[in-house]
Each structure stands twice: as structure tokens, then as C-alpha cells.
């Protein structure tokens, strides 16, 4: 299974900022995926990071607010922008494994963003 | 939209007590994952069912597919304390694109 670091691994930001996180793999990936978790509760998709074209984002998020970049098969960044507290949640990124023929997903540490 | 209910959303329970968390939903999946989560941790895969109707076991936990690949099931025999934590179902739906789709989670306790 590929081995996954994000940075930071936590943030304390003030309203109106913006934070960019990086998300490092051990090993070439064709998918690389955003995630935003609630503490204790489930993840949402945040967008789908493709490399070498734009992020395919999931209904309720846009590229503005989450900018998403993937310059090649081992790493990508998330940006939150203009932060609000609202935006306060874990961020976590994931990757499909290129050796599984089933879209098996492996996940970072994962973010921890509050937004003051 | 593919849909995931989970449930029960959470649970607390004794050591040595058993217990099933559910996972359905009225649209085919070709595979389904479990996850466990632990506080300050990403999400670690525990298993992956594909066939329906298959049973994975993972030592005290048991895993089963439904037979029409739309439900699951995670079972723990006899927890324990380590097994606490988030239990997360996520289901790769049909449009072939990597993307999974979750499952509310399900929060263990075991106390000792």
C-alpha cells in the first residue's frame, strides 16, 4: 500500500486566510482524491486532483474556494481560500492504488484546520 | 445518486460483547470497502468485498458482502477496547471513475 504524508498536520488560521496543505506519495498514483471530514463524522469528496488538467470538483465545491493543483504522479496541494470558520474540519487527502484493479483507497493523516 | 446508510451511528458497548454494523443502500456497488478510523488518523482500510455474497474474515471482525452487492456487513466477536474507534463503509459506484462513496460511520466504544 502507498504511504501517504500531508502537511501540515494541523493549523490555527485567521478568518479571510488561506491555508495550503501538500500531500505527498511514496509512489506514482493515477488518483489522487480531497476529503473533507467533521470530526467523528463522515468524509465528503471534495474534488477529484487529475494530473496535468484542471480538478474535477463535486456538486457544492468550486475551484475558487478550493484550488487544487497536481504537477505530477507523487503530489498535489489544496488551498482553502478566504477562510471562514465555517471551513474549520480535517482535510484529508487519498490516493487509488495504480497496482489494485479495484478502487481500493488509501488515506494521509489528514489536516486538522481551525479557522478562528 | 448513489446513497450509503449506515447504521447504528453510534455504539457503546462492554468488552467481550458482539455486534453488527450496516451498511445499505438501494443501488449496486462493485466493491465495497471497510475503513477503521482512529482519532488524529486517516482512515486505514481493513477490507475490500467484491462478489456477492462474500464473507471476509478479519481476525475477530467478519465482513459480508450482500448477495446482490447492496448492503454489507461488518460483525466483531467478543470486542475489545482496541477495537474502538470509526467505522467507515465506502462503496465504488458505477461510473467507474476511482470515486467512493461513504457511508455516515459508525462510532465504537468498548469499554472495558
Known amino acids: 500500500s502507498a504511504v501517504i504524508s500531508q502537511k501540515p498536520s494541523r493549523d490555527i488560521c485567521q478568518r479571510g486566510t488561506s491555508l495550503t496543505i501538500q500531500c505527498q506519495v511514496d509512489s506514482q498514483v493515477t488518483m489522487m482524491f480531497w476529503y473533507r471530514q467533521q470530526p467523528g463524522q463522515s468524509l465528503t469528496l471534495i474534488a477529484t486532483?487529475?494530473?496535468?488538467?484542471?480538478?474535477?470538483?463535486e456538486s457544492g465545491f468550486v475551484i475558487d474556494k478550493f484550488p487544487i493543483s497536481r504537477p505530477n504522479l507523487t503530489f498535489s496541494t489544496l488551498t482553502v481560500s478566504n477562510l471562514s470558520p465555517e471551513d474549520s474540519s480535517i482535510y484529508l487527502c487519498s490516493v487509488e492504488d495504480a497496482g489494485v484493479t479495484l478502487s481500493t483507497q488509501y488515506f494521509g493523516p489528514g489536516t486538522r484546520l481551525t479557522v478562528l | 445518486t448513489q446513497l450509503l446508510e449506515q447504521s447504528p451511528q453510534f455504539l457503546s458497548i462492554q468488552e467481550g460483547e458482539n455486534l453488527t454494523v450496516y451498511c445499505n443502500s438501494s443501488s449496486v456497488f462493485s466493491s465495497l470497502q471497510w475503513y477503521r478510523q482512529e482519532p488524529g488518523e486517516g482512515p486505514v482500510l481493513l477490507v475490500t468485498v467484491v462478489t456477492g455474497g462474500e464473507v471476509k474474515k478479519l481476525k475477530s471482525l467478519t465482513f459480508q458482502f450482500g448477495d446482490a452487492r447492496k448492503d454489507s456487513s461488518l460483525h466483531i466477536t467478543a470486542a475489545q477496547p482496541g477495537d474502538t474507534g470509526l467505522y467507515l463503509c465506502?462503496?465504488?459506484?458505477?461510473?467507474?471513475?476511482?470515486?467512493?462513496?461513504f457511508g455516515q460511520g459508525t462510532t465504537l466504544q468498548v469499554k472495558p
Open positions: 486532483a487529475n494530473q496535468g488538467s484542471e480538478a474535477t470538483y
Open positions: 465506502a462503496g465504488e459506484g458505477s461510473s467507474n471513475t476511482g470515486k467512493l462513496i
